[in-house]
């Protein structure tokens, strides 16, 4: 593979350039569709660190598990025409023909499924290295083989669905399946790569999240919503620098969880992003925010006031 990232740079200008689209059904519509371009830059992100690592390493080295990055390749440019589909649902409100979205959809999740096959394979071929770096292949093993079962059953239900009036005709049962195969593809390339740096590099074995620390909110206190305004936000200002025991740098794939009073409602944290969401009638206090990857952890307290 080459050094530059001709399709990822136009995987991350198709996400960032999603604000240019209006959204005719409604704010409900833009609020849910920002989440999901968040979560959609979010990943590719994280793609975008594994692949820099791979292409870090001697050449000699990333063809161990090459067969990975080929299957990534190809799952990557599913993604891209996927997600140009679901921007063009979301300019137009109009749904698109069914066979169109089927005869991309279908065979997409096909490529994440074959993908997970090519990981298992590949893992159950390579030589033992070390004790840490086998726990490691047998987990990915593992998880790629329940992947490869989640994915029958989506590549069933979607099929099904593909057949059915409502999907014909709704413009948003489409955006769904739409979003729900491109976060599957996403993630599935992620497990994908970190399976060919393992290959790639046996030291990934022991690069595991020792230390996080620098998360910031963009505002330390949000104020609750007057009855019949819709919800207010509170983005992450500074994600968490995650490294591990070394130092080295990792990638942001992490978990938030939200903490508050005692039979708090209406405060709510994006478990992916971090972002948090306040709504009219929420129990005013103190609420913390945990960051947790692997055995690193970081929290914030955030002010919620009437």
């Not at 490869?148 to 593909?162: H, K, L, T, V």
């Not at 994908?192 to 790639?200: E, R």
């Not at 074995?205 to 007057?226: D, M, V």
Request: glycine share 8%.
């Amino acid at each position: 593979m080459g050094r530059r990232l001709p399709w990822r740079s136009k995987l991350l200008a198709a996400a960032l350039g999603v604000a240019l689209y209006a959204f005719p059904e409604g704010c409900a519509a833009a609020g849910n569709y920002a989440v999901f371009t968040a979560h959609y830059v979010h990943r590719a992100q994280v793609e975008t660190e594994l692949l820099a690592r791979i292409q870090a390493l001697p050449p000699a080295r990333r063809q161990q598990g090459a067969t990975i990055g080929q299957a990534v390749a190809a799952l990557n440019r599913s993604i891209l025409a996927l997600y140009t589909e679901d921007q063009e649902l979301a300019a137009s409100a109009k749904p698109l023909p069914p066979q169109r979205i089927a005869g991309d959809l279908l065979p997409a999740l096909g490529r994440a499924r074959a993908g997970a096959a090519a990981v298992i394979e590949a893992c159950s071929r390579a030589p033992y290295r070390s004790a840490a770096w086998h726990a490691r292949v047998a987990n990915i093993v593992a998880s790629s083989r329940a992947v490869e079962r989640q994915i029958a059953a989506e590549i069933a239900r979607d099929a099904a669905a593909a057949g059915r009036a409502r999907f014909r005709k709704s413009s948003l049962v489409q955006r769904d399946a739409l979003q729900n195969a491109v976060a599957r593809l996403q993630t599935t390339a992620i497990s994908m790569l970190d399976a060919w740096l393992l290959l790639a590099d046996s030291a990934w074995a022991g690069s595991q999240p020792a230390t996080a620390q620098g998360l910031a909110y963009t505002a330390a206190e949000i104020s609750i919503p007057a009855k019949g305004q819709g919800p207010a936000e509170d983005t992450v200002g500074v994600p968490p620098r995650v490294t591990d025991a070394s130092g080295q740098v990792l990638p942001d794939t992490g978990t938030y969880r939200l903490q508050g009073p005692p039979g708090s409602r209406g405060v709510k944290v994006d478990g992916l992003i971090g972002t948090l969401e306040v709504r009219s009638g929420a129990t005013p206090g103190q609420y913390t925010v945990k960051y947790t990857q692997g055995r690193a952890t970081e929290q914030v307290t955030v002010q919620i006031v009437p």
